[in-house]
């Protein structure tokens, strides 16, 4: 009987040395695509004791056993938690974590749900340029946006346009909006034709000076213009 007593003792000291024998675990992170992953976090599951994953998605970590729960978790992937086990090297796939979201709106380096918006940004469609009988596009977003004056300063035909928000804010510098093409600074509004305009966005608060320094001061109007798109050809006739 203790000869049985003794062997028992030993098995449950043998199991528990195998369940808390610390080893180390490495491995590499990809995504469904199989292209590495680097900056992944992995981390024993309820300590702060973790690593990342290197440039070539590889990780590897060290002092875990064999109960030890390691969590992978990247921005825009779905975090997985895997058992280490008996494992000694562990690859992981992670997948994209898809999420729907409202239409938002591009303000400088971010985006910002569009119902979020007071009137900050006034955002308008190239179709609703083309629905007034005009060729240009300054005269077209006369009356579209809100809190945006758009006045002719003489009477001829293709005569200056200004466009004004909370009316003049110099007196010796200029006072006319910044238009950026594209991507491009400085572009004329008034010789861009309004069937090649995809959208218009108006920056009309001050936050526009973090993006666009002074220039921005008095307004800033996006101009992202059409592109071409995967499919059948489309001929348009106006």
Same mark, same amino acid.
């Given at each position: 009987?203790?000869?049985?007593?003794?062997?028992?003792?030993?098995?449950?000291? /043998?199991?528990?040395?195998?369940?808390?024998?610390?080893?180390?675990?490495?491995?590499?992170?990809? +995504?469904? &695509?199989?292209?590495?992953?680097?900056?992944? &976090?992995? @981390?024993?599951?309820?300590?702060?004791? /973790?690593?990342?994953? $290197?440039?070539?998605?590889?990780? &590897?970590?060290?002092?875990?056993?064999?109960?030890?729960?390691?969590?992978?978790?990247?921005?825009?992937?779905?975090?997985?938690?895997?058992?280490?086990? !008996?494992? !000694?090297?562990?690859?992981?796939?992670?997948?994209? $974590?898809?999420?729907?979201?409202?239409?938002? @709106?591009?303000?400088?380096?971010?985006?910002?749900?569009?119902? +979020?918006?007071?009137?900050?940004?006034?955002?308008?469609?190239?179709?609703?340029?083309? %629905?007034?009988?005009?060729?240009?596009?300054?005269?077209?977003?006369?009356?579209?946006?809100?809190?945006?004056?758009?006045?002719?300063?003489?009477?001829?035909? *293709?005569?200056?346009?200004?466009?004004?928000?909370?009316?003049?804010?110099?007196?010796?510098?200029?006072?006319?909006?910044? @238009? @950026?093409? $594209?991507?491009?600074?400085? *572009?004329?509004?008034?010789?861009?034709?309004?069937?090649?305009?995809?959208?218009?966005?108006?920056?009309?608060?001050?936050?526009?000076?973090?993006?666009?320094? !002074?220039?921005?001061?008095?307004?800033?109007?996006?101009?992202?213009?059409? %592109?071409?798109? !995967? *499919?059948?050809?489309?001929?348009?006739?106006?």
């Amino acid at each position: 009987m203790r000869k049985l007593t003794i062997l028992f003792v030993l098995l449950l000291i /043998g199991a528990m040395q195998g369940v808390f024998a610390q080893k180390s675990v490495s491995g590499k992170v990809t +995504d469904s &695509s199989n292209s590495p992953l680097p900056g992944v &976090s992995v @981390v024993v599951k309820g300590t702060t004791s /973790g690593t990342v994953s $290197d440039a070539g998605g590889k990780y &590897s970590i060290s002092n875990v056993s064999e109960k030890t729960i390691l969590q992978f978790s990247f921005v825009g992937m779905k975090p997985q938690e895997i058992e280490v086990g !008996t494992q !000694t090297s562990m690859n992981v796939t992670l997948t994209e $974590d898809a999420i729907g979201i409202e239409e938002v @709106v591009a303000v400088g380096y971010g985006t910002v749900k569009k119902s +979020d918006l007071t009137g900050s940004v006034s955002s308008v469609k190239g179709g609703d340029l083309t %629905k007034l009988p005009t060729q240009r596009a300054d005269q077209a977003l006369q009356g579209r946006a809100a809190g945006v004056q758009v006045q002719n300063t003489d009477g001829e035909p *293709g005569g200056n346009v200004t466009i004004r928000i909370r009316g003049g804010n110099s007196i010796t510098g200029g006072n006319n909006a910044l @238009v @950026v093409i $594209d991507g491009m600074q400085g *572009g004329n509004i008034s010789t861009i034709n309004p069937n090649d305009i995809e959208s218009m966005e108006i920056l009309k608060d001050a936050s526009a000076t973090a993006i666009y320094g !002074t220039r921005g001061a008095n307004v800033v109007i996006l101009i992202t213009t059409k %592109k071409g798109k !995967t *499919g059948k050809p489309v001929i348009n006739y106006g």
